[in-house]
C-alpha cells in the first residue's frame, strides 16, 4: 500500500536548529541521511522543499483566480518535505513515522 509521509517543521524546531552549532546541526542532518538509508527498499520518491516564503498559492472558485505570494495560510507549521512509501499496512507507515529522526510532525496519508 502507498502512503505519503509528510513532515512538518514547528516554529519551535526550527529555531532549536537554526540555534546548533556547526557540529550538531551536521549530526543532525547525517540523522535524517541514515533515515531515509535505513528505509530505502520501502521508499518510492521523496522531496525536501523549499521554505514557506517561496511559495505561490492559487485561490480558486468564485470568479477569477487570486494569485499570491506566500503559503496559502501563515502558520506556526509548514510541511518541509514528503516521502512516498510503500508498505505492507499502516502499522508499517507508522513505524517509519515514529523512527523520523528530524521536524516534530509527521502527518501519514495513503495514496488513492
Request: net charge negative; proline share 5%; hydrophobic share 45%.
Amino acid at each position: 500500500m502507498k502512503y505519503v509521509l509528510m513532515f512538518v517543521e514547528t516554529e519551535e524546531f526550527a529555531k532549536r536548529l537554526e540555534a546548533m552549532d556547526g557540529l550538531e546541526r551536521e549530526a543532525a542532518y547525517e540523522a535524517v541521511v541514515r533515515w531515509f538509508a535505513e528505509n530505502s527498499g520501502r521508499i518510492t520518491h521523496h522531496m525536501h522543499l523549499a521554505p514557506a516564503h517561496t511559495a505561490t498559492t492559487v485561490r480558486l472558485g468564485g470568479g477569477e483566480p487570486i494569485v499570491t505570494d506566500g503559503p496559502f495560510v501563515e502558520g506556526k507549521e509548514v510541511v518541509s518535505g514528503y516521502a512516498e512509501v510503500e508498505v505492507a499496512d499502516l502499522d508499517e507507515a507508522l513505524k517509519m513515522a515514529r523512527s523520523w529522526p528530524a521536524c516534530p510532525i509527521v502527518e501519514i496519508r495513503p495514496v488513492a
